[in-house]
């Protein structure tokens, strides 16, 4: 549970997203994704980090890694590890995620989408922070691998979250960076 | 040259840092850390991004892998990876880091020490931005790999800034994340 307001879920989606050329792909799954989001999550008081990914048998490495820390070797080497990477759970896709957080959680949560690029109907951090704190609803943040989220994701958006930026003009963070910094304008300690 | 006040600059350590028992050890240079960080640094309008490393062997394998998204195949695949490594100096450790930066500045950078642990004199995150906003000095943020930094880093220190913190009593981010949250608190847009 969050320490107030709404509760917060995260999706990492591997399809539908763009790659350079702004085609519709379907990403690789990567070991550094997960943990350090789920490193994030935990810090920022995520109730569960979903890792999308529409090929079966990935689910089945990441199933095997994550086990490692779980109960293998690495559960007695790095314990934070461990306690990270509780919160990931596989799925699908979008839908599929959903359907297990409505499952779960007897609502249908706020969809919220993060994109590196500007548009209209932006939503600003500032606003979001202060609605999470005033509701109960969760809401579901939405973050895409390779070059961004395809426009289908976005069309479905509840709320589409301003790019972070810095003072330059130059804004291609990491999904990794990203995700910590979306969630520390959030969720930080101010 | 940074919009307006301090000019930032970066650098990470791979010695002296602790390891998982509070040893002083040399931790390995990673390719994700030089270009995760080199985006979040290029992202927040730092002037320089050092990664400092003793051993000697790895600064050729880590100018290999920016050559090839400099000048290689990487550079014409993706530029805003060539843009952000562009940033990036190896350099043998902290001394010889000041040294090059006083070289290149005339003035010896005032020291920001990042640490993830709470401690006494730490300096808040607004503190810091707003003193960076109103002088000249250079300043160099240092990050540490492995555990953290050794306390004889953290000794030298002018400032030392207050952990990253969230809702949540867990903050054991990534090097890579706790870079991009800390450049995002000291010069993301408002």
Redo the contacts between chains.
């Keep these: 549970m969050?320490?107030r307001g709404a509760d917060l879920y995260l999706v990492l989606l591997h399809h539908p997203v763009l790659d350079?050329n702004g085609l519709i792909v379907t990403s690789a799954l990567t070991n550094?994704d997960i943990?350090?989001i789920a490193?994030?999550a935990?810090?920022?008081?995520v109730r569960r980090f979903y890792v999308a990914h529409p090929v079966k048998a990935l689910h089945a490495l990441a199933a095997k890694i994550m086990e490692h820390w779980d109960t293998g070797y690495g559960s007695t080497?790095?314990a934070?590890?461990k306690?990270?990477l509780s919160l990931v759970r596989l799925q699908h896709d979008l839908d599929s995620t959903l359907l297990t957080l409505e499952h779960e959680t007897g609502m249908r949560p706020r969809l919220v989408v993060t994109s590196a690029r500007p548009g209209p109907r932006r939503t600003s951090f500032a606003t979001l922070r202060a609605q999470l704190e005033q509701t109960a609803e969760p809401h579901l943040i939405v973050l895409g691998t390779g070059w961004g989220l395809a426009p289908d994701v976005t069309e479905r958006a509840d709320v589409i979250l301003e790019p972070?930026?810095?003072?330059?003009d130059?804004?291609?963070?990491?999904v990794?960076?990203?995700?910590?910094?979306i969630?520390?304008?959030l969720?930080?300690?101010r």
Excluded: I, Q
């Excluded at 972070?164 to 330059?168: L, T």
């Design positions: 969050a320490e350079k550094m943990h350090d490193r994030s935990r810090t920022y008081g080497y790095n934070t590890r306690d990270a972070v930026c810095g003072p330059a130059y804004n291609h963070l990491s990794r960076s990203a995700a910590a910094v969630l520390d304008r969720r930080g300690a």
